[in-house]
C-alpha cells in the first residue's frame, strides 16, 4: 500500500506543480509565456557570466587528478583510514566532493568499476557522495554570479557541514554495513 501511493505521488508530483502554477498564473493574469522567457534570458545571461569559475574550478581538479596528489595522499593516509574501517580508495572522494560533484562522480564511477557494486568502499562512496555539497562550486558559480567577492563565514561552515556529512556517511556505512 505505501510503495503504490509513494509511486503515485512521484509519478504525479512534477505535473500537478506544473499544472498548478500554469493555473495561479492565468487565474492572476500573469503573461506566463513572456515571464518565462525573460527568465530564460535572465538564466542564460548569469550561464555566460560563470563561465570562468567553472572552468578555474575543472582546471583545479583535473590538476589534482593528474598531478597523483589525491592518490600519494591516501597511500600515506592509509593506515590511519583502515582504523576507522575506511577504505584507502575512498579518501579521493572525500577530498574532491567538496570541489566538483563530476569529479567525485567520476572518482566514485572508478571505485565502482574497480571493486564491484556489492564492495564496501563502493557503498561508502555512494553514502559520501549523497551526504556531502559541493562547496567549492557552490561558493564559485552562485556568489560569482551575483558579485559577492568576500565570502566571509560561507566557506567554513560549508566545509564544516562537508565534513560532518562524510563523518556521518562513515558512522552510518559502519553501523549498518560492517556489524
Known amino acids: 500500500m505505501f510503495h503504490s501511493v509513494m509511486n503515485f505521488i512521484s509519478l504525479w508530483a512534477l505535473p500537478a506543480i506544473i499544472i498548478i502554477i500554469l493555473t495561479m498564473g492565468l ?9 518565462f522567457t525573460d527568465g530564460a534570458k535572465e538564466g542564460f545571461k548569469v550561464s555566460v557570466n560563470i563561465i570562468p569559475y567553472l572552468v578555474a574550478i575543472i582546471v583545479s581538479i583535473s590538476m589534482l ?27 579521493p572522494v572525500m577530498v574532491v566532493r567538496s570541489l566538483s560533484g563530476s569529479a567525485a562522480l567520476g572518482i566514485f564511477s572508478d571505485i565502482a568499476h574497480a571493486l564491484g557494486p556489492d564492495n564496501y568502499a563502493t557503498t561508502l562512496a555512494a553514502v559520501m557522495v549523497g551526504s556531502s555539497e559541493t562547496t567549492f562550486y557552490i561558493l564559485a558559480v552562485y556568489f560569482g554570479a551575483v558579485g559577492i567577492k568576500k ?16 563523518v556521518a556517511a562513515i558512522t552510518v556505512c559502519n553501523l549498518m554495513f560492517l556489524h
Open 151 to 166: 565570502l566571509r563565514y560561507s566557506l567554513i561552515v560549508g566545509l564544516i557541514a562537508d565534513c560532518i556529512g562524510i
Open 27 to 35: 487565474l492572476k493574469k500573469i503573461p506566463i509565456y513572456e515571464v
Open 65 to 91: 587528478r593528474a598531478s597523483g596528489i589525491i592518490e600519494l595522499t591516501g597511500n600515506a593516509l592509509a593506515p590511519l583510514l583502515t582504523g576507522f574501517n575506511i577504505p584507502a580508495d575512498i579518501l
